[in-house]
């Protein structure tokens, strides 16, 4: 048995400059095969058009042939490349995901926006609230990778906010993640626009913005709330789940009985 991971095949993908067309382009897949012990992985780099048709890059982490059933959204400046890890790690705790860039970034761990680029290429608006159509197309294109079920949708920081916004009354949506949740977009109130959900929630932040997300009065009519307070500093957006984050082990182990509320495991 090989101890490293095999890279079994790469399918280069064409991707069409300057198009608006609402087609979805060919897909790169990648298998990834670990350890006997461990679980087999796929990861499929695919697009998908937003509502306005602008190509959203996206990343699908399928563990064992599961549907995937979360969404993840990065936080401002970065790109799909903030989950390379935590995607990996909910894949062992048996969730297959997506993890999208938004037009509104730029780059981490070594991942490029490619939506961004595209946007800026394209002449497309890239603010904040403007990827609040790209979440929004991610949740119809999960839902229907996932037979017609509600996903839950993870967001960090600016899009901590959006997923709130999105989620609340969208059916699609199962329950909510949201890693450092503010008043982060231009001419929308958040603490107006939060009140009566009807959805499981999980809300934490570092420890000084804790304050900051109170301050949102997120007011439950069914469902529950469960906002993880760290009692260390802590960090902001849902690199609070990385390995190089002190604490990050605490992070994890709230968000896990919050999932397993949500499934009942």
Request: aromatic share 10%; charged share 25%; proline share 4%.
């Amino acid at each position: 048995m090989k101890k490293y991971i095999l890279l079994l095949f790469v399918i280069t993908i064409v991707i069409s400059c300057k198009t608006k067309e609402k087609e979805p382009v060919k897909e790169e897949e990648i298998k990834i095969e670990k350890l006997q012990e461990e679980p087999s992985r796929f990861v499929l780099k695919t697009t998908f058009p937003s509502k306005d048709g602008l190509l959203i890059t996206a990343d699908i982490y399928e563990v064992n042939g599961l549907k995937p059933i979360v969404l993840l959204c990065h936080q401002a400046g970065f790109s799909r490349g903030e989950y390379k890890e935590t995607a990996l790690k909910l894949n062992k705790l048996g969730y297959s995901c997506v993890a999208i860039d938004q037009r509104s970034g730029k780059i981490v761990n070594d991942v490029e926006n490619e939506t961004v680029q595209r946007a800026e290429n394209e002449g497309f608006p890239t603010g904040y609230i403007d990827a609040k159509q790209d979440i929004e197309a991610a949740i119809d294109f999960m839902y229907d990778k996932n037979g017609n079920q509600p996903v839950i949708i993870v967001g960090s920081s600016y899009s901590a906010s959006l997923v709130l916004l999105v989620g609340k009354a969208n059916p699609k949506v199962k329950a909510i993640v949201s890693f450092s949740p503010g008043e982060y977009l231009k001419g929308i109130s958040m603490k107006d626009k939060l009140q009566g959900f009807k959805k499981p929630i999980f809300l934490t932040s570092s420890q000084k913005e804790i304050k900051q997300v109170e301050d949102l009065n997120i007011i439950m009519v069914d469902g529950f709330k469960f906002h993880f307070q760290p009692p260390f500093e802590g960090i902001h957006g849902s690199r609070a789940l990385w390995e190089t984050t002190e604490g990050n082990e605490k992070y994890w182990e709230a968000l896990e009985v919050f999932l397993g509320m949500v499934f009942q495991k």
